[in-house]
């Protein structure tokens, strides 16, 4: 099988979106170097070099790294020949080569998010896709009260009636899920995080969604998933012009495109990924997406 075809049999179709977390622990810090000395782009390079601490130098590295093999494993490009560009606000893409990509057909979005450690990338295929990852161990009480008082009305009401043995872990819920839609539209902390708002169901997962005035009619999955106990990734997936079919989810640095550990599947029992996970509760299993839906929102949060 030429290098064109086995890379065309692993892209994803079309409908699939995939989540890849891995924790930096997963590349020794040696192999993080090296490769980065040989994929990274100017740019990324300057960016590292700029770091004052080498364990943040050491989680951009990692970071970028996966960015670009997992990119690679997509496209069919080489990692140091993937061309990356940003957002005035700093969302990275990647420019597809002229005459296409080898591997890949149709417009392709991804999203990086990292965190003291962990690392997570979605990607998808005619969708934007937005991610985020914090580790609840690394948020101080103080800093996650700071946080909370930037959310809706609604949101503060369901805080003030959370037990107190979930309301950090429900505080930083809502921030992740703020975080990975901001992101998702490519506006992060630039979109007011009062300006939109979720309601959280008991058992897990999101009940409601009420998005920003100027995504009326925005339609999304919105997922949460706890692939390590405490670390807390949530996901936005726009509901694109083709069905989201699966969400995949793999651990681990794609040294092989197969470390796959979940597949999701809308309609079909979810399947736990760790003790105390999330995902049980994911809303893949009712097989639809988020709509805007304020009126129900604002009767489940009076
Ligand atoms: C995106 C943002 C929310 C990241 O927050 P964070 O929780 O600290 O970081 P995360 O680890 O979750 O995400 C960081 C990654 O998101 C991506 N990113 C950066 N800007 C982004 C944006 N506007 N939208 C989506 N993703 C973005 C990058 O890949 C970044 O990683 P990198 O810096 O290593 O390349 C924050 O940096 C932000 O709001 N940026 C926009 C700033 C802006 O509007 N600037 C306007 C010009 S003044």
Redesign the pocket.
Known sequence: MSARAAAGARRPADGEVRLWVCANDDLGPGTATALAGHWLDEHEQATADRFIFERDRRQ?LV??VLVRRLLSLETGVPEALIELRR??????SVRPPEGGWPAAQGPLDF?????RGYNAIAVGRGRRV?V??ERLDRVSSRALDGIAESFTPGERVQLARTPAEVYDRTVLRLWTLK?AY??AR?????LPFDSFGFVLSDNGGVAAFEPPADDPSGTWWLLELEPEPGVLVSLAVEDGATPMTALRLHTGFPWRPSALRASIHPGNPVPLLAPGTLSAALPLAGAAPHRARPTELQRSVA
């Open positions: 951009y970071a970028h957002s005035e606000r700093g969302r990275p999203n990086l998010s990292h965190a937005g985020d990852v975080e901001a992101k490519g506006l992060g902390l630039g």
